[in-house]
């Protein structure tokens, strides 16, 4: 049984950082290329970051670029995303998604649709 366990959210002044974690199990995680999304509420999910299945690639939504940064560990089978200036407009529930493969388009890994596993969110609240 995979899952996906998110955690690290809570609430933080603007300016401020968060680093949230997703740790995998059930799953060969080094198989998989991982994403983080976020939704808003009354919003669409988004996609926020992702990362190849060896660390080699990442991309992120021009929305966080420059103040997110999404890594990963394989030994321990988990992805981090760490925010720094967070504004009011991340406020958001984040969801890590594993999606299987080696390969790393990014004509793809922006769509949740191609992603096989997420996890159940952790909420972020950045208050200005």
């Known amino acids: 049984q995979v899952q996906l366990v998110e955690s690290g959210g809570g609430l933080v002044q603007a300016g401020g950082s968060l680093r949230l974690s997703c740790a995998a199990s059930g799953l060969t995680f080094s198989t998989y290329a991982m994403g983080w999304f976020r939704q808003a509420p009354g919003k669409e999910r988004e996609f926020v970051a992702a990362?190849?299945?060896?660390?080699?690639?990442?991309h992120y939504a021009d929305t966080v670029k420059g103040r997110f940064t999404i890594s990963r560990d394989n030994a321990k089978n988990t992805v981090y995303l760490q925010m720094n200036s967070l504004k009011a407009e991340d406020t958001a529930v984040y969801f890590c998604?594993?999606?299987?493969?080696?390969?790393?388009?990014?004509?793809?890994?922006?769509?949740?649709?191609?992603?096989?596993?997420w996890g159940q969110g952790t909420q972020v609240t950045v208050s200005s």
């Open positions: 998604a594993a999606e299987k493969g080696t390969g790393f388009s990014i004509l793809t890994i922006v769509h949740s649709g191609e992603y096989d596993y």
């Open positions: 990362i190849r299945w060896n660390g080699g690639n990442s």
